[in-house]
């Protein structure tokens, strides 16, 4: 088993910034492929961004020039830098591991989901 524990999330005002963090345990962290997707009420669980296991990124539309994904496999914790919060950023935030190297897309692609934390920006 993989456990996913997210930290970072709170309340900020349009325009400021946050960091998420996630914390990975019980495999080898390295070569799995990461996301960060989120959840709004009555919206369905949208990818904001994927990082490989060799580091390669992808970023939705939604938030390219203004989120950061980024991982330190030492810490086994990957990250969401969240810049230029705008008020649609609003959600519960995910964080999910897939076992293959690959970023996919889908959350139905991915293996394991932490808790989530939830992310309020206000206008």
């Known amino acids: 088993q993989v456990q996913l524990v997210e930290f970072g999330g709170g309340l900020v005002q349009a325009g400021g910034s946050l960091r998420l963090s996630c914390a990975a345990s019980?495999?080898?962290?390295?070569?799995?492929?990461m996301g960060w997707f989120r959840q709004a009420p009555g919206k369905e669980r949208e990818l904001v961004a994927a990082?490989?296991?060799?580091?390669?990124?992808k970023n939705a539309d939604s938030v390219k020039g203004r989120f950061t994904i980024s991982r330190d496999n030492a810490k086994n914790t990957v990250y969401l830098q969240m810049n230029s919060l705008k008020p649609e950023d609003t959600a519960l935030y995910y964080c999910?591991?897939?076992?293959?190297?690959?970023?996919?897309?889908?959350?139905?692609?991915?293996?394991?989901w932490g808790q989530g934390t939830q992310v309020t920006v206000s206008s």
């Open positions: 019980g495999r080898p962290f390295s070569t799995y492929a």
């Open positions: 999910a591991a897939r076992r293959l190297t690959g970023v996919a897309v889908s959350a139905s692609e991915y293996d394991y």
């Open positions: 990082i490989s296991g060799f580091g390669t990124t």
